[in-house]
């Protein structure tokens, strides 16, 4: 059964930083492209990153509204994906969900996702 | 970026009536591969976003076949033919054409009459 379990939200200040882990099971994270998507409290969905599957290009994809601030990885020993997130502000706050990628289809699975709330 | 314009925003819908949603995008999402790559997505409270149809017809597995989806260019539709209580929640259309970024509309709130 595939499963994609978010972790390490917190409560941070404005610029600072949080990593953001979400662990894959059931599959083979690296063999598939993986993105992260964010939902503020209220709102809808913004997709923030891609990374391509590593049998791929392994292209690596932003949000203009994070581009230079966030950095997407994986670790294919932890069958993990990452996201760095550094100079956080307060418009970063949401809920993140790591999503899968099946060959050019979006997100067919997502995790269930992890607070990251910006505030002094 | 696409724009993706969902109508209505709100649909109170009563239980086994039919319900449809809208969704437009602001250039054809047709691709050079002639595949077109528009999905719906279901959000039940307090719950993650789920799949229910990719390449604008084609639906997930386990979803239910009272959902479908059509439409072509830039004009495409879900239709959920008896409305159940489970189906309550907000509604999302994507496309992931022409990307990055991917874009979603702004979500339709489907509720029970």
């Known amino acids: 059964e595939v499963q994609l379990v978010e972790s390490g939200g917190d409560l941070v200040q404005p610029g600072g930083s949080l990593r953001l882990s979400c662990a894959a099971s059931?599959?083979?994270?690296?063999?598939?492209?993986m993105n992260w998507v964010r939902q503020a409290p209220g709102k809808g969905l913004e997709w923030v990153s891609y990374i391509g599957a590593s049998s791929g290009s392994g292209a690596i994809y932003y949000a203009d509204s994070v581009k230079g601030r966030f950095t997407i990885s994986r670790d294919t020993a932890k069958n993990s994906l990452f996201l760095q997130m550094n100079s956080l502000r307060a418009e970063d706050t949401a809920v993140y969900y790591c999503?899968?990628?099946?060959?050019?289809?979006?997100?067919?699975?997502w995790g269930q996702g992890t607070l990251v709330t910006v505030s002094s | 970026d696409v724009v993706m314009t969902q109508s209505p925003l709100s649909l109170p819908v009563t239980l086994g009536q039919p319900a449809s949603i809208s969704c437009r995008s602001s250039?054809?999402?047709?691709?050079?591969?002639?595949?077109?790559?528009l999905s719906w997505f279901q959000q039940r409270p307090g719950q993650s976003p789920r799949r229910l149809i990719y390449k604008v017809s084609n639906r997930d597995s386990g979803v239910p076949d009272r959902f479908s989806g059509s439409g072509s260019g830039t004009d495409f539709t879900l239709k959920i033919s008896r409305v159940e209580a489970e189906d309550v929640g907000v509604y999302y259309c994507?496309?992931?054409?022409?990307?990055?970024?991917?874009?979603f509309g702004q979500g339709t709130r489907l509720e029970i009459k």
């Open positions: 994507m496309q992931g054409t022409h990307w990055p970024p991917i874009t």
């Open positions: 059931g599959f083979t994270l690296s063999h598939y492209s």
């Open positions: 999503a899968r990628d099946w060959p050019d289809t979006h997100f067919d699975y």
């Open positions: 250039q054809s999402l047709i691709y050079s591969d002639g595949n077109t790559f």
